[in-house]
């Protein structure tokens, strides 16, 4: 028996810091093994004295590198007797500006990170989840994934692309016995928003500051449910309605700057 001594496993990237780390001190803090990478160093040394050197094991990994990645699944499952069962894409990077103003190369470090870095994972990863009875395969969106958010377009293209892969995984992964779910953060308090955008955010409302302990507490109840998208906070949700029902609609107020004022007006009408 492996390292993890027949323990439930987790693999999560963009684990020193942020939602990542978060994730995986709750999830060792209930007895799982927990596999955190990161490009990191630093980050993943505090996480794995944190957590502790019998309950983890940590890597610096760039998750755009197809070998290196199969490689760290491959050493992270050998502690694991080949089984694991959460699959967790969450490293992402984020670089704003006007999409006509941004570099070709800032353009494409987003895409190659945010999604090809999934599709690395997920493609390495699928025959140890197929090995694990009730597994899942889990990955960050985001809130921008509701609607393409000006100002970060490519990172909201990108967010969108993970949301439509995680859908039509749902479907196929289901014939092999394996979850596929997502979830879709709003401000979340990490060291990728610039700085002082935390501070400046409202205290109440769907655009408050949210700690990633929450993101990671829904990491856990997505394990235990069947459903797919996950909203942080919930009120995202009103946003995916908006774009749907009402684009047009939702691409002008968003160009006036009143659609995010409209729904949050909307949502405290709705409370008791």
């Known amino acids: ?89 969450n490293a992402g990077i984020g670089r704003g500006g006007m999409f006509a103003d941004q570099s070709f190369e800032d353009v494409m470090a987003v895409v190659n990170v945010n999604f090809v870095g999934v599709l690395i994972g997920i493609h390495e990863g699928v025959k140890y989840l197929k090995a694990t009875p009730g597994s899942m395969c889990f990955t960050t969106s985001s809130s921008s994934a509701t609607y393409g ?23 196929e992964f289901k014939m092999l016995g394996i979850k596929a779910a997502d979830v879709l953060p709003g401000l979340i308090d990490t060291p990728i928003l610039p700085p002082g955008v935390a501070a400046a955010a409202p205290k109440e409302g769907m655009f408050r500051a949210i700690p990633p302990i929450e993101v990671a507490k829904v990491v856990w109840e997505a394990y235990h449910s069947d459903k797919l998208h996950w909203y942080v906070p919930p009120e995202i949700f009103e946003l995916d309605k908006a774009a749907t029902l009402t684009p047009e609609a939702t691409r002008d107020s968003m160009a006036s700057g009143s659609l995010f004022m409209q729904l949050d007006e909307q949502l405290k009408k709705q409370q008791p």
């Open 1 to 89: 028996m492996g390292k993890a001594n027949g323990r439930k496993s987790i693999f999560i990237t963009g684990a020193a810091s942020g939602m990542g780390r978060e994730t995986a001190r709750l999830f060792a803090g209930k007895g799982w093994y927990v596999g955190g990478y990161d490009v990191n160093a630093d980050g993943l040394k505090t996480l794995e004295q944190e957590v502790g050197h019998d309950n983890c094991r940590t890597g610096v990994l760039d998750v755009t590198m197809r070998e290196k990645y199969a490689k760290a699944l491959a050493e992270f499952t050998a502690d694991t007797d080949g089984k694991l069962d959460i699959l967790y894409n």
């Open 149 to 171: 958010i000006p100002g970060i377009a490519v990172y909201s293209a990108t967010k969108h692309a993970v949301k439509g892969l995680t859908e039509a995984l749902a479907v």
